[in-house]
């Protein structure tokens, strides 16, 4: 995968951090979360009979957070059957076949006219209300 399909699939789209040093933390964490996921998925596939690069990441990411509060809360006995189910769910996510497909890599959704929030929200609500009230 490409650094574009990553930051689609992890919805890094926006990273919310200012300076330089935040953004490299955020984007290693980014890769972290990736590797671990890849990680769960190369999992699944050893215990079955598919290659790991023909499992959906993104249907690996939804039923692992579908899982999260199960596995969380889960005893110690509970959790090497949850753990089997989970990789089994994840080993059944296969990607059908489709030769010569390709995807642009474009947002469909346009974005929104409001102008970005440059003061306070404190100052912006005070100033919404005294046009208001001069307005009235």
């Given at each position: 995968m490409?650094?574009?399909s990553i930051k689609?699939?992890?919805g890094m789209g926006i990273l919310r951090t200012q300076s330089a040093s935040m953004v490299d933390k955020e984007i290693a964490v980014y890769l972290l979360a990736y590797n671990l996921v890849c990680a769960l998925m190369v999992r699944a596939a050893a215990g079955s009979d598919v290659a790991a690069r023909a499992l959906s990441?993104?249907?690996t990411i939804q039923l692992f957070l579908a899982f999260e509060q199960q596995l969380r809360f889960a005893g110690r006995r509970s959790i090497g059957t949850m753990t089997a189910h989970l990789l089994?769910?994840?080993s059944l996510l296969r990607l059908p076949v489709r030769p010569g497909r390709v995807e642009p890599?474009?947002?469909?959704?346009?974005p929104k006219s409001h102008p970005l929030l440059t003061i306070t929200?404190?100052?912006a609500r005070h100033n919404i209300r005294k046009s208001r009230e001069n307005a009235a």
């Amino acid at each position: 995968m490409d650094l574009r399909s990553i930051k689609a699939d992890m919805g890094m789209g926006i990273l919310r951090t200012q300076s330089a040093s935040m953004v490299d933390k955020e984007i290693a964490v980014y890769l972290l979360a990736y590797n671990l996921v890849c990680a769960l998925m190369v999992r699944a596939a050893a215990g079955s009979d598919v290659a790991a690069r023909a499992l959906s990441f993104k249907g690996t990411i939804q039923l692992f957070l579908a899982f999260e509060q199960q596995l969380r809360f889960a005893g110690r006995r509970s959790i090497g059957t949850m753990t089997a189910h989970l990789l089994g769910g994840i080993s059944l996510l296969r990607l059908p076949v489709r030769p010569g497909r390709v995807e642009p890599h474009a947002i469909k959704r346009r974005p929104k006219s409001h102008p970005l929030l440059t003061i306070t929200r404190e100052v912006a609500r005070h100033n919404i209300r005294k046009s208001r009230e001069n307005a009235a």
